[in-house]
């Protein structure tokens, strides 16, 4: 044992000489006395000599060390009469020198944390440090350590430390009072509230209301980093639960914040109602019923006001909040909404007042409270609003008006009841005034009564509903643009109250007599039909009949009516059932749609996008039925077209699993239709449909069908004398080149090697660089994910930095073609992609506004201005090219370019002076020159960049 000993106090010795083993010994010891291999005691009495020194730096060390290891014993090794030992020493050692008190500290800190701390030993630790420390002399990380303490001690030990009392309350508040950093008062903050809950604060309640109030309103803005993660409305928000925890606190709160409301400071008001509005809840009835008078002087002045938005809601919040708390007294509650309607009566008088809408507002928000309010609110409201919608003429003022009553509509709905059920209101007759007013003239009012009779729906008898309904179907077919949406949500609303009356009013109204009816009533029908048929009782009626009418030769017009507001409601993917799938199982809509015949191309188009949505949302085995009954036409040789776009279309989203079963014959007749057809819509569909079958394919397909494919584009573009069928070819070649590279397959580079290597074709060079696009559109709706299709991550990223990369591959005209292809894919690229590549990017794009291509110039100036906002050194490199250029191009022929050119200058007015200054005065004088410019929109811009240019020297040397 003696030898261990003295090996400790060799070790020791050596830390006491280098403070750099100070560390590694500590944790070597905590872990010894963990594991056994030295006891506690051995350890302390050996840094007893230390501890007892004269020298105060040597005691200063002795405790430092016993104190890390402390913190570095696990929390639940120690024994409580080891803690108790240890407990004793730390309450000897505080009362020692000053300099010594951090290293106590820290010790502490490590005691409350254990597990096994005797009862009586937070109690001791405490009375010591409150006599023999003065917290705020401390430096800031010391204090943050005594607060910490508290927190573990309040939080874990609460019961142990009651038999303080006063005592501790008192110690608390002298440590804490006059903290200012922002940090520290965000630790207390979080932990006062559970201490004055817990802990009764007698005759020292106001001294601890005092010391928190000191700060209240918070008025803090950070000044360095470590004030950066916390703001002043963090520390506003953890005040305020401080400052009304206990209903005792309301004698001192409610004046406070009384004296608050009247400050000039806005942030004094927020405060101040944000507290009122926590505050009332603790306080309650008793506590604020004395105030109540003044508080609503001062949050009427809130309310009433027009100036601060943030500041009257605020207010209407805070009154809402305490109207909930006297609410439990009827008759003071009854007074104060008394108070509160006196005094704002007269703003509700007329409607074309200026604090109209703030009276409304805050006996809206106050009537939601409860029905009794809502009761007594409603009483003067009510014939107040009556008495002017009957008198005015103004459309304006009946609007207002009829707003006002739809709100308490609403809010009296909410509680249950409508306002006749109000004795004092039987008189009214609210429900014959909508009906009334639902025939008037002007557009909004009457959008606003039909919103009315809707809220109000539960109240209309048979009789009133009926006239509704006929009011709103005369709408339908009047076909006023502005009403039509209204009187959609109207029948929809209905629905689902009377659900049987809307299904008679759809087959007896809506539905009946179709074949006499004037097209341009039935077009309107059919809009608000297909608008109300996403409910499913509405739906199994209507779709039947609208489908029918959208495959019939009645009338052309009604035909595409009727389609185009079946794709609107099939892309909608708001209803109540699975309108695509009921749609074909119960309409057959696909069948009767491929059987329709038409000779207008858009009218096609318009049934294969029908077929497409629906057949994306079909089951594997729905869609492996449609295949089945309709994939025969795509192998016949000699194909129909009208039909075979549409299969086409139809086929696109087919999944996956799906095996189409790919023959020679298809893939021939889908390359023929893609080459050479006259029909523009069927060559893209073909293509589209190529591309989304190679996308999807089994290996063992692809490998079949790709050598095919590249013969027989090799074969066509070897054609001399026919440039259409070349291009038609490069068509197909971009299409397959991007199913490719989407699905990853190991031929995409070759693919896309020979669609860039077009760029330099003398002939059709230019038709590939304006194609080049196609690879990573983002408008495209073919090879995308809805249709099941094979998407691999970054498949754009590989397209750009490919191109990118071949820039050295092109010289003279050629390169004109590169730069075209290159600026389309910057147009699709997300600007993180763009930001990783600038070096290279850049010279590329400072190069092409050389040419002589004015689209390329254009497309190239607007990816720049996006650019330069980086401030890339690359641009910092290239300004004595850059602006110059930007300059010339200022006054530009075409007004894109020059607008976009000055747009440019006005970004790079941004960048340092010292870069930009030798330009300033050319780039000024120019700018002189184009603010006359005859088009409007360049001389704004002109102006714009001029001002910038101005003010780039101020604006620098402010920051």
């Not at 590169?818 to 850049?842: C, S």
């Amino acid at each position: 044992m003696a030898s261990l000993n003295f090996d400790l106090k060799e070790r020791l010795d050596i830390c006491f000489n280098d403070t750099t083993t100070l560390d590694p010994l500590c944790k070597s010891i905590s872990s010894e006395i963990e594991s056994g291999s030295m006891k506690l005691g051995t350890f302390v009495e050996t840094l007893g000599s230390y501890m007892t020194d004269q020298n105060v730096l040597t005691r200063e060390k002795g405790v430092t060390i016993l104190s890390s290891v402390l913190s570095q014993i696990s929390q639940d090794y120690l024994t409580e009469s080891e803690l108790y030992f240890i407990t004793i020493f730390y309450c000897d050692r505080i009362k020692d020198h000053y300099n010594i008190i951090p290293s106590v500290l820290n010790g502490i800190l490590a005691l409350v944390n254990m597990n096994r701390l005797p009862q009586g030993a937070p109690l001791s630790l405490l009375r010591v440090m409150f006599e023999h420390v003065q917290c705020q002399s401390l430096p800031l990380s010391e204090r943050r350590k005594i607060y910490i303490i508290f927190k573990i001690l309040i939080e874990n030990k609460i019961d142990d430390l009651i038999s303080m009392g006063s005592d501790l309350v008192y110690g608390i508040i002298n440590s804490i009072d006059g903290e200012r950093d922002p940090n520290n008062l965000v630790l207390l903050f979080n932990v006062l509230p559970h201490f004055i809950k817990k802990f009764p604060l007698e005759h020292l309640t106001e001294e601890m209301f005092e010391v928190m109030a000191c700060y209240f309103p918070v008025d803090f803005n950070p000044s360095g980093s470590e004030d950066l993660n916390v703001t002043r409305e963090d520390l506003a928000k953890r005040l305020a639960p401080c400052l009304c925890v206990i209903p005792e606190f309301a004698d001192y709160c409610i004046p406070l914040i009384i004296d608050k409301l009247y400050s000039t400071h806005r942030i004094a008001k927020l405060d101040s109602l944000n507290l009122l509005r926590e505050g009332v809840q603790t306080f309650e009835l008793l506590k604020v019923k004395s105030h109540l008078s003044e508080l609503w002087t001062i949050l009427k002045k809130e309310i009433m006001s027009e100036k601060d938005v943030e500041i009257k809601d605020a207010a209407l919040e805070a009154i809402t909040s305490l109207i909930k708390i006297i609410s439990v007294d009827e008759a003071v509650c009854k007074n104060f909404i008394n108070q509160v309607i006196t005094d704002i009566k007269f703003s509700l008088s007329d409607v074309q007042l200026s604090l109209y809408r703030s009276a409304q507002r805050l006996l809206e928000t106050i009537a939601v409270i409860s029905k009794t309010v809502c009761v007594q609110i409603l009483q003067i409201v009510i014939p107040l609003c009556i008495g002017q919608y009957s008198t005015k003429n103004s459309s304006n003022d009946k609007i207002a008006l009829i707003e006002t009553l739809n709100n308490f509509v609403k809010i009296c709905s909410h509680h249950g009841f409508c306002i006749q059920d109000v004795s004092e209101l039987a008189w009214t007759n609210i429900l014959q005034i909508y009906l009334d007013g639902s025939v008037v003239e002007n557009t909004e009012l009457k959008s606003r009564i039909f919103v009315g009779l809707m809220i109000q729906k539960a109240y209309l008898n048979d009789v009133q509903r009926t006239v509704f309904y006929n009011v709103i179907c005369n709408e339908i077919e009047a076909g006023c643009d502005e009403i039509q949406i209204i009187c959609h949500t109207a029948i929809i609303d209905f629905a689902t109250m009377y659900l049987q009356e809307i299904l008679l009013l759809i087959k007896d109204r809506l539905l009946s007599k179709t074949d006499e009816t004037r097209v341009e009533i039935l077009k309107r029908r059919i809009k608000a039909l297909t608008a109300v048929a996403k409910i499913y009782e509405l739906g199994c009626a209507i779709l039947p009949q609208i489908v029918t009418m959208s495959t019939s030769n009645i009338d052309n017009d009604i035909c595409i009516t009727a389609l185009l507001n079946i794709q609107k409601l099939i892309a909608s993917k708001k209803s109540d059932f699975n309108i695509h799938r009921f749609l074909y199982n119960e309409c057959h809509i696909i069948d009767k749609l491929i059987l329709y015949k038409t000779n207008v191309i858009d009218h096609k188009m318009l049934i294969s996008n029908i077929c497409q949505l629906i057949m994306r949302n079909l089951t594997i085995e729905e869609q492996c039925a449609i295949l089945a009954k309709y994939a025969v036409a795509l192998n016949t040789k000699i194909l129909e077209t009208d039909v075979t776009i549409i299969i086409m279309n139809l086929f696109i989203p087919l999944r996956k699993d799906i095996n189409l079963n790919i023959s020679n014959d298809m893939v021939e007749n889908l390359y023929n239709l893609a080459i050479g057809n006259r029909n523009l819509d069927i060559k893209q569909t073909s293509c589209k449909f190529l591309s989304v079958l190679l996308n999807k394919m089994e290996m063992a397909d692809l490998n079949r069908i790709v050598p095919y494919l590249e013969d027989k584009i090799d074969n066509n573009l070897k054609t001399d004398n026919d440039i259409e069928l070349r291009q038609d070819t490069i068509n197909i070649q971009i299409w397959i080149t991007k199913a490719f590279v989407m699905r990853g397959y190991s031929k995409s580079q070759y693919f896309l090697k020979n669609l860039t290597h077009l760029l330099t074709h003398d002939e059709m060079g230019q038709f590939v660089s304006e194609q080049y696009q196609i690879l990573v559109s983002k408008y495209e709706d073919a090879l995308i994910e809805e249709n099941f299709c094979d998407i691999k991550i970054f498949y754009k990223q590989r397209v750009f930095e490919y191109l990118l990369q071949q820039a050295i591959n092109f010289t003279r005209s050629s390169r004109q073609n590169y730069f075209v292809a290159l600026v389309h894919l910057l147009e699709q690229m997300p600007e993180e992609l763009l930001l990783l590549h600038l070096t290279e990017l850049v010279p590329l794009l400072i190069e092409s506004l050389t040419l002589s291509n004015e689209h390329l110039i254009f497309r190239t100036l607007i990816s720049l201005k996006l650019l330069l906002d980086t401030k890339h050194d690359i641009f910092l490199d290239n300004v004595q090219c850059v602006i110059p250029k930007l300059v010339q191009l200022s006054i530009h022929r075409i007004m894109d370019v020059r607008i976009a050119a000055l747009e440019c200058l006005a970004h790079y007015a941004c960048y340092p002076s010292v870069l930009i200054n030798p330009y300033k005065q050319v780039v000024l004088d120019k700018l002189g020159i184009v603010v006359d410019d005859r088009k409007r929109l360049v001389r704004r811009a002109a102006v714009e960049a001029r001002i910038r240019w101005f003010i780039a020297d101020a604006s620098e040397s402010k920051e």
